[in-house]
């Protein structure tokens, strides 16, 4: 009955999960170098060299404050030229297709100092570099591990050698190795498996390591590679506008088809109905044939009456009476009329505003419609709550689950109708159910 829950990885799909973040993770950590701190050292040494003439010592403050300012300007101009926004955008696609952290490009360079997304990829440079250590880091764990795993193996393939011949011992990597003597050596072929036991300790310690470096790289890509956030909340209106111009013009659209192929056509059918059974009572004196004209006056009766049902059925489409008397009472009359029995709880202090509340009632009729159509419940819990300035709506059955939007079950427009108040629309719905249909909607719009 509804859209499927993300799909977790499965052990197949790990292991390719885990060579993305480490393939993220080597590609990545080159971009540590464009650092503007990298800059600043490597400005720094090259002042000092040329002030000392090679001589070594410290550097005097005028040499700093010359290096400082060289930077400063490289930073300024990387910042003004636009250049900044070239560096951000292959760091986006790299996270976006290993990663799948996808960022949207911020807007377009203004090519002076003001552009605070420019800024904002600057400092993204600065934080990389300990980032990129870090990446390297997590990287040393998977190649260290595998290196240390095969120890045994490379022993009897690479040390046949005359008696009494004097080999230099095998390094032994650990997790402290790359940043001291972290490092011991083995000198036996016993010794190999405590290399083994290391390396396969490494090994599955690594997607850990990695996982938290990626993670951490991500969260500040969306943060600083992006659009600020005043950007995104500017573009989140102007999709939210757009989605309730599109929906106001579709409901527009359902409503004159509905008018001109049902209401429409029943007026004209009542209307002419009425013509014949004119013709039939005469002009004046007896009637002629008042058994067809008694035939043609009930049929006018059934189409008018028909009319008016298809005329307040449209009515109820733009805007149900029940509504007038809260929400609770609107779910209660979906609940009453739904082909499989329903639970109601409803606990909403606070009432919503009138807009909210048509549009909760129209995502539970929409849920409650799929579940009786494709889920095969026998029960469905509707439950209302109210706290914190939300509305939260849930629909959940005990059905087949498994469902999903893009095969026509109907629930594909929830998320836009949602989304036009700010709203948000999730749904689990694994294999062989539970389903559970949550939407959350601001209490005022």
């Known amino acids: 009955m509804s859209i499927p829950s993300p799909v977790r990885c499965g052990p197949v799909r790990q292991p390719f999960r885990y060579a993305r973040e480490l393939l993220f993770c080597l590609a990545a950590s080159p971009f540590a170098v464009l650092n503007p701190v990298v800059f600043l050292v490597v400005a720094v040494d090259l002042t000092w060299w040329a002030a000392e003439g090679g001589r070594g010592g410290n550097p005097s403050p005028a040499v700093l404050a010359v290096a400082a300012a060289g930077t400063g300007l490289a930073v300024v101009l990387l910042v003004s030229t636009g250049a900044a926004h070239r560096l951000g955008a292959p760091q986006r696609r790299l996270a976006a297709r290993l990663l799948g952290t996808r960022v949207t490009a911020p807007p377009p360079a203004r090519h002076h100092a003001g552009d605070g997304a420019a800024w904002r990829i600057v400092a993204y440079q600065c934080v990389k570099l300990p980032i990129g250590l870090l990446e390297l880091y997590a990287a040393y764990f998977w190649i260290g591990g595998l290196v240390n795993l095969g120890y045994p193996l490379l022993w009897g393939a690479f040390r046949n050698h005359p008696p009494g011949a004097r080999l230099d011992p095998l390094p032994v990597y650990t997790p402290f190795g790359?940043?001291?003597e972290g490092t011991f050596q083995v000198t036996t072929l016993p010794g190999t498996f405590t290399a083994a036991a290391a390396g396969a300790a490494m090994l599955l310690a690594a997607p850990w390591v990695t996982r938290a470096v990626t993670r951490a790289d991500a969260r500040l890509i969306r943060g600083l590679l992006g659009p600020g956030r005043l950007a995104q909340r500017v573009h989140a209106l102007e999709h939210s506008r757009a989605l309730a111009v599109d929906d106001s013009a579709a409901l527009l659209r359902r409503l004159e088809r509905d008018l001109h192929d049902?209401?429409?056509?029943r007026l004209a059918t009542l209307a002419m109905n009425?013509?014949?059974?004119?013709?039939?009572?005469?002009?004046?004196?007896?009637?002629?044939?008042p058994a067809a004209a008694r035939e043609l006056v009930?049929?006018?009766l059934r189409g008018a009456k028909e009319v008016l049902a298809e005329l307040r059925g449209l009515a109820r489409g733009l805007h149900p009476p029940v509504l007038d008397s809260g929400l609770g009472d609107a779910l209660a009359s979906l609940a009453a009329d739904s082909a499989i029995p329903v639970e109601l709880r409803v606990g909403v202090p606070v009432r919503p505003t009138p807009a909210i509340e048509t549009i909760a009632y129209f995502c539970a009729a929409e849920l409650l419609a799929n579940a009786v159509k494709h889920s095969s419940a026998s029960r469905i819990v509707v439950r209302a709550s109210g706290a914190r300035d939300v509305l939260r709506l849930s629909v959940a059955d005990d059905g087949a689950g498994g469902a999903d939007p893009a095969r026509g079950t109907g629930l594909s427009g929830l998320t836009q109708r949602v989304a036009v108040v700010d709203g948000r629309f999730t749904i689990a719905s694994p294999p062989g159910g539970p389903t559970t249909a949550t939407v959350e909607l601001p209490m005022h719009a």
């Open 262 to 265: 049902g209401a429409q056509i």
């Open 274 to 289: 009425l013509g014949m059974a004119r013709r039939k009572l005469g002009d004046h004196g007896d009637v002629p044939d």
């Open 178 to 180: 790359l940043f001291g």
């Open 298 to 300: 009930d049929a006018a």
